[in-house]
């Protein structure tokens, strides 16, 4: 399961000045990072990836995730071929569900019940990224989705047939669904080393049963949120508002009742409905941070984060950056740098 040379991935993003994310793609590769991820807070995250492809050549490159019912399944599929085609081979699909309310309410497209329709999503992008360009489509008949081909004019064959897809979840039902359907599970940033450690193993082993599957057919990539810094209680405050973004998210109450945490998430949650997770971080307890960001000097940081290596083929330690000004971000990237990279 575990990797001796204990692969480290990085996040990169189209929310930095002109020419920086080519340049940090470059500098990722040379550092010896396994992959990038490139995710999706409301833009798509296809086009940083096709950015970082055009620069690098080892690396691979994963959408961190796709919000899976933000847009049609066959566009989805279309932009993982390209940019397939694009990297020469090296592109990851990555898919979440997010919540109802951005699926819904940001997006305009329907959220139903997330693990069925995430079953059909990953269903149908397959089916096309398999058949599309061989003429064999006709028609899809879904739940969610309904799809006539029988206009399609057949597209170049896909650099490959089978794309790597990986499930990103938060919960329970959806990490054994993850387990279950695709070729790899990405834990959530805002697991807790408790939650990965012991509720995340047990859902996956219960997905891998249902589908007859081993450990080693899944790839399982942790996202530690970490905050590196020789002054701890500076790194807890700049998290604070992390916790406050996740947290106010009235979805997520479940998960962080089952921390302790119920009467603070609804606290929170009254930020976020009005549109300002920031002016109610500061309610955020230290107990509540150190819970799910792991705070401290470097040496400190990796010991808390060992545990970890136990459970994930992969890791994608992050900082916690909302709110935050872009210089501390960078700070704080830079330290994962120089504690994880090689």
């Not at 009235?250 to 997770?277: I, M, N, P, S, T």
Request: proline share 8%; net charge neutral; charged share 20%.
């Amino acid at each position: 399961m575990r990797n001796s040379a204990r692969p480290i991935w990085g996040v990169i993003t189209p929310a930095v000045p002109p020419g920086v994310l080519a340049g940090q793609a470059k500098m990722y590769e040379q550092a010896g990072l396994e992959g990038l991820f490139a995710p999706q807070v409301y833009g798509p995250p296809f086009v940083p990836l096709a950015a970082a492809a055009a620069v690098t050549t080892r690396v691979k490159l994963a959408s961190g995730i796709a919000l899976a019912f933000a847009r049609s399944p066959f566009e989805t599929a279309m932009a993982a071929i390209d940019l397939d085609r694009i990297s020469g081979g090296r592109f990851i699909l990555g898919l979440g569900c997010s919540i109802r309310s951005w699926s819904e309410g940001f997006f305009g497209m329907p959220y139903g019940r997330p693990l069925e329709h995430m079953r059909e999503v990953v269903e149908i992008i397959r089916l096309i990224i398999a058949k599309a360009h061989t003429g064999e489509l006709a028609s899809f008949e879904g739940l969610y989705h309904r799809h006539d081909f029988s206009e399609l004019q057949p597209p170049p064959p896909p650099l490959r047939t089978e794309l790597p897809i990986w499930i990103a979840a938060l919960r329970g039902p959806l990490v054994s669904l993850s387990a279950e359907i695709a070729d790899g599970v990405m834990g959530h940033a805002i697991w807790s080393i408790r939650w990965a450690t012991n509720e995340g193993p047990e859902a996956i082993k219960h997905g891998l049963a249902r589908a007859g599957k081993r450990r080693s057919d899944i790839e399982v990539n942790l996202w530690p949120l970490v905050m590196i810094n020789n002054d701890r209680a500076e790194a807890i405050n700049d998290s604070r508002a992390t916790i406050a973004f996740y947290a106010g998210m009235a979805q997520y109450e479940e998960y962080f009742g089952a921390h302790g945490f119920r009467k603070e998430a609804q606290r929170l949650q009254e930020g976020v409905k009005r549109g300002d997770y920031l002016g109610v971080a500061h309610l955020v307890p230290v107990e509540m941070v150190e819970t799910f960001v792991t705070c401290g000097p470097a040496d400190e940081v990796r010991k808390r984060i060992e545990p970890l290596w136990d459970v994930a083929n992969s890791l994608c330690p992050v900082p916690a950056p909302y709110g935050l000004p872009a210089q501390k971000v960078l700070a704080y990237g830079g330290a994962i740098a120089s504690t994880f990279y090689s």
